[in-house]
């Protein structure tokens, strides 16, 4: 007589269940090794390829108005070119966010304005233009009496600033984005603020970058 087993239901839901607990384990071990692997590849092409932080300044920056209307606003309109250049052998770069705004002694004299995304290529220097235009700016009593008095000694420092977002860009594997900031110093001279352009060529002002 042969002997006849039977697996009772607890016993089958914990073979079912031992056999899930197996199958989460290797998918979760082979993600990570997926992810491990991607994220090599990724470091390998970064260390072999060193990027080198793209390099920018002031082609040319006419001020045709700078203003003080009332004690705490400003009127502006700054015309200014700046040109990006993309000091790498085998890298592009893809600038999808640009934004630029002027400002003067540390406070912000006009609106952002937004260059529309572009790429620079290896080896490859691109002029950008922005028109800042402010209307009423709102500023500090300080910063009017700041720029009265340069106005008397017929210069003043006027400071560029652009922020955004880039990615690099190599064959076909492109970059996550990163988060940049740009600053430029610009000297202005003028003889009055009724005669504009305040200032026009300024080529060779060299602008600081930074992630």
Sequence with gaps: MSLITENSPQHCAKKQELISERFIKRLFFCMSTIFLVLISITLLVWLIIRPTKPRFSIKEAQINQLKITTPSSLNSSIHITLASTNPNDKLGIHYDEFVVYASYKGERISPEASVTPFYVDHGETKPLSALLVG??????????????????????????????????????????????????????????MNSPPLSTSTQGTVCSFSY
């Design 135 to 192: 209307n009423h700016q709102p500023v500090s009593p300080f910063l009017a009496y700041q720029l009265e008095r340069d106005q008397e000694i017929g210069k003043l420092e006027m400071e560029f600033n652009v922020v955004g977002k880039l990615r690099w860009r190599v064959g076909n594997w492109v970059s996550k984005r990163t988060r940049f900031t740009v600053h430029c110093i610009m000297v202005v001279r003028f003889g009055s």
